[in-house]
């Protein structure tokens, strides 16, 4: 096999995500490894357990820079301490600028709990449920400077049931994540996406 690729994850919370990232890449024949965890959030309760699985770790609060730009040329600087040739989104809050995107571009991927192109943005649960869509599910696709508007790379879709609360739904999505985001950046270290 060829060298597996380098992964960093960006992080702002929970880091669920991240963690079925991490068990995936646990795999000998996988074709990434996880190599840092970026949480723009100290408190995020994800990089404890990246720190717990001897990943490392970085954090920068974005209110210590002078500007958006400033702070993500920090932020590519350590990604490039990390070497990474892949950076994935799980659950990073933060809008990203034109140039980081374009810096990273067909290298940065991110989860997102809709359907898209329906449901971009935040409360994508409730909003599918005010909709009354029959089907709703969450996509892994690549970054571009639109918000939630890049190209696709793998769906998976789950039923709307009656009763449904936008907790509940959310966590039928979130099993769907757990299994979507590994399989989509193991596409994409193939270069199969
Ligand atoms: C997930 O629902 C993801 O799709 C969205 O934010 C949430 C992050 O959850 N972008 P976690 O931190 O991975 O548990």
Request: charged content about 20%; hydrophobic content about 45%.
């Amino acid at each position: 096999m060829n060298a597996k690729k380098r992964v960093a994850i960006l992080i702002s919370g929970r880091g669920s995500n991240m963690t079925a990232l991490i068990e995936a890449a646990k795999a000998p024949d996988y074709p990434a490894e996880i190599v840092g965890v970026f949480s723009n959030r100290a408190a995020a309760p994800g990089l404890e357990t990246a720190r717990a699985e001897g990943i490392e770790t970085a954090t920068l609060a974005q209110s210590s820079f002078p500007s958006r730009l400033d702070f993500e040329n920090r932020l590519t600087e350590i990604l490039e301490g990390w070497r990474a040739d892949i950076v994935c989104l799980a659950g990073f809050m933060r809008i990203l600028t034109p140039e980081f995107t374009a810096h990273w571009q067909g290298r940065l991927l991110n989860i997102h709990p809709s359907l898209l192109p329906d449901f971009p943005g935040l409360d994508t649960h409730a909003r599918a449920l005010a909709g009354n869509v029959a089907e709703h599910g969450c996509t892994v696709h690549f970054v571009t400077p639109g918000l939630d508007e890049g190209p696709a790379i793998l769906q998976a879709r789950v039923p709307v049931l009656p009763g449904d609360t936008p907790e509940t739904l959310a966590a039928r999505v979130l099993v769907e994540e757990h299994k979507l985001y590994p399989e989509a950046l193991r596409m994409v270290a193939l270069g199969e996406a």
